[in-house]
Structures are given as structure tokens and as C-alpha cells.
């Protein structure tokens, strides 16, 4: 990266730096841990113009997202969630039989379904290949692409206009962002609404959650960076609330711009906390990459010491935050003797890096580790309620962020 990927300007500020890293969900088989596993650097910067977090080299999103297995569905709680969501937003715009709902980033149709359960005539755009044939067999019609501006004009020809397009974890995650709000642009009906939901930077540095940075995430927005990039486009804010999900996320709903409209009192108010909290200035990324080193120095040392006083260590969730913390902190077989996760498609893979094997939850009862890392930890309340029987055993968890603690 020699400029911006937002607005161009050159000169970006380090903020943290893992070394190379390979990629957070390129889980392993069996005949591949004989082979060398590729690595690619992994460090964000800062640009002191327009204020935008980014990483300092990406990766082809074919590779990253092609044969991606992430299930939204597998949990109960994202499920949940998007049931309310869909239902506030058809009775917001009054939606009907004769609106449209898009998705882009649509994964297995965990928000869709709900949309389409009420009536509402709904498209999905999903390009893993894997998910996007889930999302369709569970009635969720999706188009397996890589959303663009060219497929944003092929759809509102052959589909129409959008009433509503959700983008969840999406505009994060891709290098040409440009066009896909250029495409969001194309897509939407004049008097459309975009919602998008993204991991909020703030989170990132305030709550040491470091293990968020890999590969797939291109940008860490603020609410400042993401209203420059979308006035860009022809997008406009008009309201954003803060939701608890993925460690702190923002919720930000806009418009065209030609659109006109009132912007709730929300906008101006985070925009101008944003600045008394000085997240627009370098200054305050500069402790961020020193107290993930403390961090790790802590952990490491919880679990040697555990691991000499004769425990059995897992870890739970085989996902992608849990592949960069393993590895920025280098816990390795060593210390964790297997990882559990949900998601039958990981299961009998190996973590990337550190080659831990990933195993049923159910292998927590029959092996009753005395400690489980909960890599997860952005869904530590729903873990921690499923594993009770596994608690009963006497088993605990230990939380990593932002400072390690047990529960249960
Ligand atoms: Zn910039």
C-alpha cells in the first residue's frame, strides 16, 4: 500500500504490527500440515487525512473468501438478532410483497430468511459458493458473486431496485470498497435505505481486541472515516446506533444523498465524541500495539503456569479471531491440546499456524479439560449458557480479553 485506499493521501502512520501471519480461516487438512503454509504480513496503519484504520497490505479477496466456511447461523444469538432487526425495518419503511431486500454478504440467509418469512421478496449476495448454496436451498434466492458496481446494475435490471440493502461485516472487508458503494449506490431505490453494520474501531483499541485483525478485515472505521468515504459516493449518514456484537459494532443507516431527509441527533453527537476522544488523531493508536504485548506476556504466563501445576488446556472456537490470537501469542500445542467448535465443516481440520486439531463441543464433556480458552469470547455469554454440564464437570473458562479472566 503506498496511499490511502479511502482518500489517496500518502503518509500513513504505523499502528500495530503482528509480523506475517497466515491466513486466520485457512484451516488445514490432514496431508497439508507436510507442506509449507503460507504466511503474509499482517499490520494495520493510519491515515492522518481522512482518519482511516487500515491494513497495510491486502490479499486477494478470492483467496480469502472463495472456499470461506463461516456459518452465521451457527449462532443462535446472530439469529436471533437479525429476526428482530428484520422485523423493526419492515414495520419502519413499511415494507409489503411489492419491496425488495438485498443482502450483500448474505453468508447461509441467517437475515434473509426472516424477511422472506414475512412476505418480503428478498436476493442475497454471497460469494463463497459453499454458503451461497445453503442460503438457496433454505428458500433464500442468492447470487454467488462478488459484489461490484457491475453486478449492482445487472441486479436492479433483472431484479429491481432495492427498499432496503443490508451489508453486515462487509464493507470492513473489501479492498475496492469504492466500487461497492458505488454499487450500493447504483442498487438502491431513490428512496432506499442502506443499513451496514461494521466492527467499530473504537472497540478494537479501547477493548485490546486485537484478535479482530486479519487478513479479511481491509478497514477498522470509525464513524468519522466511514461518512467521508460514503459522502464519496453519493451516500449519506443519517443514523447510527452501537451494538455489542463482534466485541462493538456500529449500526449506520444511509441514503443517497440526493435523497435529502433529516439525520437523527445520533450522528452528530458520536461524530463530535469521536473527536473529544481524539479517535480522528494518530495520537491515539499510539499504546495500542505495547499493551497488546502486555497482554500476551500475561496470558502465555497464565497458561505455562497452569500447564506446570498439571492441567489439561482446550480452546473453543475454531475461528478466525481465535487463529490470531493463537498465533501473535504463539500458544501452540504446547500449552492446548485441541480446539472445539460448533461448525461440523471444521471440525477434523487444524488451526492455521499452530496446527491444533478442532474438535466437536462435545469432546468437552467426554475429555473434561480442567481450563477452555474461550477464543470466542464475543459470544461468551451463549458459550458459557450451552456448556453447563461441561461447568458442572468443574471445568472453567478463561476469557483473554481485554485483560484474561475466568468465568463460570
Ligand atoms: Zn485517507
Known amino acids: 500500500m503506498t496511499s490511502c485506499r479511502g482518500c489517496g493521501a500518502s503518509g500513513a502512520e504505523p499502528v500495530i504490527d503482528l509480523g506475517r501471519q497466515p491466513l486466520a480461516n485457512a484451516y488445514l487438512d490432514e496431508p497439508a500440515l507436510d507442506r509449507p503454509e503460507a504466511t503474509y504480513p499482517l499490520a494495520l496503519v493510519f491515515c492522518p487525512r ?25 449462532s443462535d444469538a446472530f439469529v436471533e438478532r437479525a429476526r428482530a432487526l428484520a422485523t423493526r425495518l419492515v414495520d419502519r419503511y413499511r415494507l409489503n410483497a411489492s419491496s425488495q431486500v438485498y443482502e450483500i454478504g448474505s453468508n447461509d440467509g441467517y437475515l434473509l430468511q426472516h424477511y422472506r418469512d414475512l412476505g418480503i421478496p428478498v436476493r442475497g449476495v454471497e460469494p463463497a459458493k459453499a454458503i451461497a448454496r445453503v442460503a438457496t436451498g433454505r428458500g433464500v434466492p442468492t447470487l454467488s458473486e462478488f459484489f461490484s458496481s457491475a ?35 447504483i442498487l438502491l431505490a431513490d428512496d432506499g435505505t442502506l443499513v451496514v453494520e461494521t466492527p467499530y474501531v473504537r472497540n478494537l483499541v479501547d477493548g485490546l481486541e486485537f484478535d479482530t485483525i486479519y487478513h479479511e478485515h481491509v478497514y477498522y ?62 495520537a491515539y493508536y499510539r499504546s495500542f500495539a505495547a499493551r497488546v504485548d502486555a497482554l500476551g506476556v500475561g496470558l502465555r504466563e497464565m ?49 492455521p499456524g499452530q496446527h491444533l486439531p478442532i474438535r466437536p463441543v462435545e469432546d468437552l464433556l467426554t475429555e473434561v479439560p480442567d481450563v477452555v480458552l474461550l477464543l470466542a469470547w464475543n459470544v461468551a455469554d451463549e458459550v458459557v449458557g450451552q456448556q453447563e454440564a461441561y461447568l458442572r464437570h468443574g471445568g472453567r473458562f478463561l476469557v483473554p480479553v481485554p485483560e484474561p479472566h475466568f468465568v463460570g
Not at 481522512?50 to 451457527?74: A, K, M, T
Not at 500447564?307 to 482446550?314: C, F, P, S, T, V
Open 221 to 282: 472505521y470509525s464513524l468519522t472515516s466511514l461518512a467521508a468515504l460514503w459522502s464519496a459516493s453519493g451516500l449519506r449518514i443519517v443514523d447510527v446506533e452501537r451494538l455489542p456484537v463482534h466485541g462493538g459494532s456500529l449500526r449506520v443507516f444511509g441514503r443517497k444523498a440526493s435523497s435529502g431527509g433529516a439525520q437523527g441527533p445520533e450522528v452528530g453527537a458520536l461524530l463530535a465524541d469521536e473527536v473529544s476522544a481524539g479517535i480522528v488523531g494518530h
Open 151 to 185: 453486478v449492482a446494475r445487472a441486479l436492479r435490471s433483472d431484479v429491481g431496485p432495492a427498499d432496503v440493502i443490508h451489508a453486515n461485516n462487509v464493507l470492513a472487508h473489501v479492498p475496492d470498497v469504492h466500487d461497492v458503494l458505488r454499487g450500493i449506490e
Open 50 to 74: 481522512c482518519s482511516l484504520v487500515q491494513i497495510s497490505e491486502s490479499v486477494d479477496p478470492q483467496l480469502l473468501f472463495g472456499d470461506y466456511r463461516y456459518l452465521s447461523s451457527s
Open 303 to 351: 497458561l505455562v503456569g497452569l500447564r506446570k501445576d498439571g492441567r489439561r488446556i482446550a480452546a473453543y472456537g475454531a475461528a478466525a479471531k481465535g487463529t490470531v490470537l493463537l498465533n501473535a501469542f504463539g500458544i501452540g500445542a504446547d500449552l492446548i491440546d485441541f480446539v472445539v467448535d460448533r461448525n461440523p465443516m471444521k471440525q477434523g481440520l487444524y488451526m
